[in-house]
């Protein structure tokens, strides 16, 4: 893992028991000595941190940062006040999602922080530098000068709290800014939290800060069995430049008034287009349902694929987030899913797999 970039909290994750793996061209903890399942639970119950210090930060500065942002975006941002962020994605020409992302607006119509997948960060600002010439408008890729944290749990914001005084009357997807963080409301377990955007020189020391207030280090896999249990996209599995954003429970964040953005053609088209849906699915049989496995009907119809999926460890069962057929579905919830050389008996179900998180 030698050419692998490696985030501010590299040597404390190998020194406190930490099993690293490559991920998006980084050297990152998969999970520490507990184990996943413990990771997981301990989210659910406390609280725990994430190193997220991969991820990529883009800022859009000038006179017409708003129009240039606005112009990639299928989301009406126009009246997004200081201090709040909203969910979205960069659409190509298509309409498919070149990235799913998180805008926090800094200063209203003139600065904006762009969060974006580390996987795509290389391909997103190329696609915003070649859209946003004719913007009187900056666009600078920091995120070398960031790390970010992620404290997650139904004990996070107390946490937090001890050190930061404002944060638990932060709403969802409100932040607030000190003199060197960008405390955000926003999160992805399904629980309440924070993300933190830090200095990468302060990074250790926030991040120690939080273990001694009794937090506890958790790894990509169980961050990733966390955003499954709360039907989270994850980009690569439920979005692809290539996905019709309608089919792939995006349509939220595109206005329905909003029009002359970059693909909006095109989604006018899509949306007419969509004849499949991402839906829930639980395994009835024990067996765990991975990606790319093929769904098919009792009848023995090929009607669709799983995105995501795993063992999920407050339910102890198979789940799945699953591309499929929405006719075959609206008669039958009963389906098969083909493991290897058998056929697992499954059920379609609602979204989240866990509620009230």
């Known amino acids: 893992m030698t050419d692998l970039k490696k985030t501010p909290l590299h040597e404390w994750h190998k020194n406190n028991g930490a099993k690293m793996t490559s991920f998006a ?43 240039a942002l606005s112009y990639l975006l299928p989301t009406d ?50 696609h915003v530098l070649e859209n946003t010439s004719s913007f009187d408008a900056q666009v600078t890729d920091e995120s070398e000068s960031w790390a970010q ?12 709290e001890e050190l930061y005084t404002g944060v638990k009357s932060l709403k969802p997807f409100q932040f607030m800014k000190t003199e060197d963080l960008i405390i955000a409301q926003t999160g992805y377990t399904g629980e309440p939290g924070v993300e933190i955007f830090v200095p990468v020189e302060k990074a250790l020391n926030l991040w120690t800060s939080f273990i001694e207030k009794g ?17 989270l996209n994850l980009y690569g599995n439920e979005l692809s430049e290539d996905s019709n954003p309608f089919e792939r429970r995006m349509g939220f964040t595109i206005s329905k008034t909003k029009k002359g953005y970059l693909g909006y053609e095109a989604l006018l088209e899509l949306k007419d287009k969509a004849t499949h849906a991402l839906k ?12 790319g496995y093929e769904i098919f009907s009792l009848e023995g119809k090929l009607i669709g694929h799983v995105t995501s999926g795993t063992l999920s460890p407050v339910l102890d069962q198979g789940i799945a987030m699953v591309w499929i057929d929405k006719k075959s579905v609206e008669r039958e919830k009963k389906v098969q899913v ?20």
């Open 25 to 67: 061209g980084w050297e990152m903890p998969i999970q520490y000595v507990e184990g996943i399942k413990q990771e997981h639970l301990f989210t659910r119950d406390k609280a725990s941190l994430f190193d997220v210090s991969h991820m990529g930060e883009l800022f859009f500065r000038g006179p017409e940062a708003l129009k």
């Open 280 to 291: 829930g699915l639980k395994s009835l049989e024990r067996a765990i349902p991975r990606k």
């Open 215 to 231: 937090a506890k280090p958790c790894g990509l896999a169980a961050r990733d069995s966390l955003r499954l249990e709360a039907a």
């Open 149 to 160: 944290i992620a404290l997650q749990g139904p004990k996070a914001l107390d946490i937090c």
């Open 77 to 126: 941002i126009d009246n997004l006040k200081k201090g709040h962020a909203q969910y979205s994605f960069f659409c190509n020409s298509r309409g498919g999602v070149v990235d799913d992302l998180i805008v926090y607006c800094i200063e209203e119509t003139t600065q904006y922080l762009v969060c974006v997948n580390a996987s795509n960060l290389q391909k997103a600002y190329k």
């Open 338 to 357: 083909k493991v290897r050389d058998k056929f697992v008996q499954s059920e379609i179900v609602s979204l989240p797999f866990v509620k009230n998180i």
